[in-house]
């Protein structure tokens, strides 16, 4: 298996806020494995969005692709 850097799980904590369980919405019960993992994806998300924007010339607006 190999091993996930540190600085990896650092940016994870520091990134990847999960709000308190009140704030959950519905649709998601009460499984904080679930909700852990889609935050993770959506913030996964942003920041891609984020880096390839920062990269990019003149921004990227999907609806006007």
Same mark, same amino acid.
């Given at each position: 298996? &190999? #091993? &996930?850097?540190? &600085? @990896? %799980?650092?940016?994870?904590?520091?990134? @990847? +806020? &999960?709000? =308190?369980?009140?704030?959950?919405? #519905?649709?998601?019960?009460? =499984?904080?494995? @679930? @909700?852990? !993992? +889609?935050?993770?994806?959506?913030?996964?998300?942003? +920041?891609?969005?984020?880096?390839? %924007?920062? +990269?990019? =010339?003149?921004?990227?607006?999907? !609806?006007? #692709?």
């Amino acid at each position: 298996m &190999i #091993e &996930i850097p540190q &600085i @990896v %799980e650092d940016l994870y904590y520091d990134t @990847v +806020l &999960i709000p =308190d369980p009140k704030d959950w919405p #519905e649709y998601l019960g009460s =499984d904080p494995l @679930v @909700v852990r !993992s +889609l935050y993770s994806f959506y913030y996964g998300l942003r +920041l891609g969005y984020q880096l390839s %924007e920062a +990269l990019q =010339d003149k921004p990227f607006i999907p !609806s006007a #692709e």
